[in-house]
């Protein structure tokens, strides 16, 4: 069993930034993807962002592309997501997902383990 716990989320203007954070506890694992995926009310949960155990590979929604950015550290079993020029179409629950595929992977379907989720809002 995986424990995924998130913070970092809250309210913010347009143009500003957010960083999440997402740690792993319990039997994570040495090799395993981590990803961000977003769920907007009335939506379906849609992927963010992805990165491979060695941190070598990453991912990006295109949506995300060039404001975004996911990196990992492993020593603390945590992966964050820095958000930069926010805009309100960003506003979601986001939610931090564990894959046993070493490579990551934008497939929601893919991902075993899920966190609870952390509301972010941008305000216009």
């Known amino acids: 069993q995986v424990h995924l716990g998130e913070s970092g989320g809250g309210l913010v203007q347009a143009g500003d930034s957010l960083r999440l954070s997402c740690t792993a506890s319990?039997?994570?694992?040495?090799?395993?993807?981590m990803g961000w995926f977003r769920q907007a009310p009335g939506k379906d949960r849609d992927f963010v962002a992805a990165?491979?155990?060695?941190?070598?590979?990453?991912y990006y929604a295109d949506a995300v592309k060039g404001r975004f950015s996911i990196f990992r550290n492993n020593t603390k079993n945590t992966v964050y997501l820095q958000m930069d020029s926010l805009t309100p179409e960003d506003t979601a629950i986001y939610y931090c997902g564990y894959t046993y595929y070493h490579t990551g992977s934008t497939l929601k379907e893919k991902y075993r383990y899920w966190g609870q989720g952390t509301q972010v809002t941008v305000s216009s």
């Open positions: 990165i491979s155990s060695n941190d070598r590979d990453t």
């Open positions: 319990g039997r994570t694992g040495v090799s395993y993807g």
